[in-house]
Structures are given as structure tokens and as C-alpha cells.
């Protein structure tokens, strides 16, 4: 075999070549990571539920399965657009919950259809006296850079910001701002709202990322080498007899 390599391509593709591969190995280790913190999500959301916690404590809790108990506060119920359940539009419904010890927690109940965005259209949803309920913990997430915000004048609510909900029904300094809720379905035929299911969705889509760029890195050897060939300068022996 004779091997002549060109200057400039092979100062172009090294490089090029090793960034594929780093950032094909670089995906690898985030699926390792993700698949860890999935299990660790599943596991919290699957345990046995704990009383809310206090701000200070929740970082760490993304998921934690909790056990409330308190009153529902209707008067200062939400109703969040653009939320769909299998494949039909309609709202979730945000309420705040005013717990044993004072604090209150606003909770996504879960969804209802069009027709059942305002309470007056579904009172068996406007339980009174004290209930409990379980739910996921949800650290306060930012806005997505295309989601509208929210206009509490005009009674449109794109996402769960607790300081523009407590801020609009004047709840007070005993709202917990570090975390919300989301209420979990019970077994059996579905009651609006009809809550969450325990199911932790992180996309966890490295695998192919990774032989994404692990293909292109196979892709520019085959560039590199068939340019060499047709270019003269690289040569396999014709074999003897």
C-alpha cells in the first residue's frame, strides 16, 4: 500500500475527526447519567409519600411523592391554556392548598376539558372542609423563551408561576415559592380533574445523539480516504500470485 497524505485535508479532518468522536463519547456518558437519574426520579416518585417540606429542603426533592393535608382555597383557583390529554385540548387547573401548619402549596389538580374550565361548570370538584391528597413535588421551573406569559387581566395563564398566582389573589407571604404540586390520579375510571400518573418524562434520547456523531466521524474517514484514492495518493498493491 502506498499512503501519501494531503497537507491541508489531513490538518482539516484530525481535528474535526477527534471532536466527533469526543462528542459521540461525551452523549454515552450523559445516557449513563440520565439513566441514573431517571431510576432516582422513579424512585422518589414511587416512595412512600412525605409531608411537604420546608423550602430550604426541597432542591433536592424533584419528584418526592407527598402526602397534603389541608384546605382547598377555590377563590383563587387558575386555570393553565394549551394543556392537552390524549390528544384532547383543554386546561389543567392550579389551586392553592392551604396546609395544616399554615403554609400554602399550589397544586396542579390536573385536567378537565373546555367545558369544564370554570368551577361553576363542575361544583363536585369544589371540595370544602379538609382533604388529602397526594402529589409529585415540582421545583418552580423558568419560562420557555417561546411560551406566552402569563395575564392575570385577562385571565390567561400559560404556565404555573407562583409569584404571578400570589401576586394576583394577594396569598401572602405563607405561599411556598420553591415548589408546587402535582396531584396524582387515584385508581379506577378517571374524576376531573384527572391528575398525574407517575411517570418521570425525561427524554433521554443520547443513544442516538451518539451514533449520530459517531456516524458522521465514519462518514469523514470515508471522505478522507476515497478523496486520497481518487486523488492518486493512496494505493493498494495489486495482489500476487
Known amino acids: ?5 494531503s497537507l491541508w485535508m489531513t490538518v482539516f479532518a484530525i481535528p474535526a475527526l477527534l471532536a466527533l468522536i469526543y462528542l ?3 452523549q454515552i456518558m450523559r445516557m449513563h447519567w440520565k439513566e ?15 409531608a411537604p417540606p420546608q423550602a430550604q429542603d426541597a432542591q433536592d426533592l424533584q419528584y418526592q411523592r407527598l402526602a397534603i393535608t389541608g384546605v382547598w382555597m377555590h377563590h383563587a383557583e387558575v ?7 390524549e390528544g384532547t385540548a383543554g386546561y389543567h387547573v392550579v389551586t392553592p392548598m392551604r396546609l395544616t401548619d399554615g403554609r ?12 369544564y374550565r370554570r368551577p361553576e361548570s363542575r361544583p363536585s370538584t369544589l371540595d370544602a372542609g379538609e382533604v388529602t391528597v ?7 421551573r423558568q419560562k420557555g423563551y417561546f411560551v406566552p406569559d402569563n395575564n392575570p387581566q385577562q385571565d390567561d395563564w400559560f404556565t404555573l408561576n407562583i409569584g404571578d398566582i400570589t401576586a394576583h389573589h394577594d396569598l401572602g407571604d405563607q405561599v411556598i415559592t420553591a415548589y408546587s404540586g402535582d396531584v396524582l390520579r387515584k385508581p379506577g375510571a378517571y374524576v376531573l380533574p384527572i391528575g398525574a400518573a407517575v411517570e418521570i418524562d425525561i427524554p433521554n434520547d443520547h443513544w442516538q445523539y451518539a451514533l449520530t456523531w ?5 462518514g469523514l474517514i470515508g471522505v478522507y480516504l476515497t478523496w486520497h484514492v481518487q486523488a492518486g495518493r ?7 500470485d
Open 1 to 5: 500500500m502506498s499512503f501519501r497524505p
Open 24 to 26: 459521540g463519547t461525551w
Open 36 to 50: 441514573a437519574l431517571i431510576e432516582n426520579f422513579t424512585n422518589r416518585a414511587t416512595a412512600e409519600a412525605i
Open 79 to 85: 386555570q393553565l391554556i394549551g394543556r392537552t390529554f
Open 104 to 115: 400554602i402549596l399550589l397544586l396542579n389538580r390536573g385536567w378537565v376539558a373546555q367545558d
Open 134 to 140: 397526594e402529589a409529585i413535588l415540582r421545583l418552580q
Open 214 to 218: 459517531y456516524g458522521i466521524a465514519m
Open 234 to 240: 493512496l494505493r493498494f498493491a495489486a495482489k500476487k
